[in-house]
């Protein structure tokens, strides 16, 4: 089976009671759509647990574009000689803004890790994916962090990176077309509170963040059958 999953954002309990819910085995595939880390508890573990398994496939959120671009530096040591080259303005209000968001969490785990766990992490979290196409049942489906607009906008091919990790869709437009878009970055509850740990579909259009770090559900959708499974944040 093929299972999508997104905006674990460092709920690890969470994460693997999903796992054993839908009976994750060797056998599936599961994409993981991005923000695996920052604001919740567990953002190593989590990375950790998916870089070994390699049925899994990372797809690069917002959270980790914002991460790879301050982390290695603060992981750094600063001394005399390099502190300019390290600590320029775009460094520290990068820092600022991911700190603000969730990722001093994140960080602090980074730093209690050993050097070579530190490299391996980050060389991990920089092969994840922008998106991924599939075929499964004779459907087409794209799985990606986000994207802006409607269907037929996500038809574009010029997209900048920041407009598929930062933008977000219009989840009442026109999404009838022959591809499935699946993606996370918006917690259900922001589309209505009627779907709060929800997993929204939408025409050709599902999104699958549940909220979980916000106290709601961590959500899992099975691209053969369309079926949903839910845990709630403990």
Known sequence: MHYAISDIHGCYDEFMELLKLIHFSDRD????????????????????????????????????????????????????????????????????????????????????????????????????????????????????????GDYRNAQKQDYVLEEILFSRPDFTGDWKGDVTYILGHTPTFKIGEEYAGKIYVHDQLVDIDCGCVAGHNLGAYCLETGEMFYVPRK
């Open 29 to 148: 595939e599961l994409f993981v759509l991005g923000d695996v880390i920052d604001r919740g508890p567990k953002p190593v573990e989590v990375l950790q647990f998916m870089s070994m398994q390699p049925n899994v496939i990372p797809l690069v959120g917002n959270h980790e574009y914002i991460a790879m671009k301050v982390l290695p530096g603060l992981l750094q040591e600063v001394r005399e000689e390099n502190c300019e080259k390290i600590l320029t303005m775009d460094f520290l209000k990068g820092c600022q803004l991911w700190f603000e968001d969730g990722g001093k969490i994140t960080a602090d785990a980074f730093r209690s890790l050993s050097l070579e766990e530190q490299e391996d992490l980050l060389d991990y979290m920089q092969d994840f994916s922008v998106y991924e196409e599939v075929t499964v049942c004779g459907r087409d489906y794209i799985l990606v962090h986000s994207l802006p």
